[in-house]
């Protein structure tokens, strides 16, 4: 059953999740980046650059789809870009 929720895990982390990266500056320091997954409020990174934020939170998607997963949780799926979104069940 862990190979199969590890292997659907991945499956929809690889999807085409929409990534948004906000610059935070605090004017106390560099500036730095944070990036959400809008269809997983919960899944958030941050890093120095755009890009290294953005590398982190695939990284920690997987983990979040994982738990979720394994904890019955509706994961969303990708939102269509017309419009309906879907859910993939744990199973």
Do not use: N, W
């Not at 990174?45 to 994982?66: F, H, K, N």
């Not at 949780?73 to 744990?90: E, H, K, L, N, Y």
């Amino acid at each position: 059953m862990r190979q199969d929720i590890i292997k659907q895990a991945d499956e929809i982390a690889a999807m085409d999740f929409q990534v948004r990266v906000d610059r935070e500056d605090d004017h106390t320091g560099p500036a730095i980046y944070v990036a959400h997954i809008a269809e997983i409020p919960e899944c958030v990174a941050q890093g120095a650059s755009p890009e290294q934020a953005q590398a982190e939170l695939r990284e920690i998607l997987v983990d979040v789809i994982r738990y979720m997963l394994e904890s019955g949780i509706d994961v969303p799926r990708p939102r269509a870009r017309a419009g309906s979104a879907a859910t993939a069940q744990a199973g």
